[in-house]
């Protein structure tokens, strides 16, 4: 059964997969297409380890292009201005600053599954910290329940477009 949910995704998610397809369709494809064409031209194919790593390659290339063009049709690009019924909440896209029991503060962006960078504080819409966060308020103080042990936070800032200083 094919899945046919939309994935969102922010408009610099969006960009991201579009520029890795245009990468791989405009410039490694045909890179490698021709060490493939100059290793082919040098005779036995059955020995040529150019040739059939390239050919491996050329194959993984045309999978990921695959599933990239599946993926960007499914795509629904969800920007900050789509956020306005929900102004003051946390909601999709929205950074939110976080302070932790010890008064430590951490500052997450909420994205879809194909965008989420913990190292970069984007975090899935999936993750226990993001659903925990979903239409809450700054003040509120919000119980994580996560893999590693549950921990306490209270939502500093709300902050839709670019990243809040934290």
Not at 20 to 38: I, S
Not at 62 to 74: P, Q, S
Not at 150 to 158: G, S, V
Request: aromatic share 6%; glycine share 8%; charged share 35%.
């Amino acid at each position: 059964m094919p899945e046919t949910l939309p994935i969102l995704v922010t408009p610099e998610g969006h960009e991201k997969v579009k520029s890795e397809l245009e990468e791989l369709w405009k410039v490694e494809r045909p890179q490698v297409t021709a060490e493939v064409q100059a290793a082919a031209a040098l005779g036995d194919r059955s020995e040529n380890a150019e040739y059939k790593y390239g050919k491996r390659r050329l194959r993984e290339i045309d999978r990921r292009l695959r599933y990239l063009a599946k993926r960007l049709d499914r795509m629904k690009v969800i920007t900050p201005h789509m956020q306005a019924a929900s102004a003051g909440k946390v909601g999709f896209g929205a950074w939110v600053v976080l302070e932790d029991d010890e008064g430590e503060r951490k500052c997450y962006r909420i994205v879809g599954p194909d965008e989420s960078d913990a190292d970069n504080g984007a975090i899935s819409m999936q993750s226990p910290v993001a659903k925990a966060l979903m239409g809450k308020t700054v003040g509120t103080e919000v119980e994580v329940r996560r893999p590693r042990g549950d921990a306490c936070f209270t939502i500093e800032d709300i902050v839709y477009g670019d990243r809040p200083e934290s």
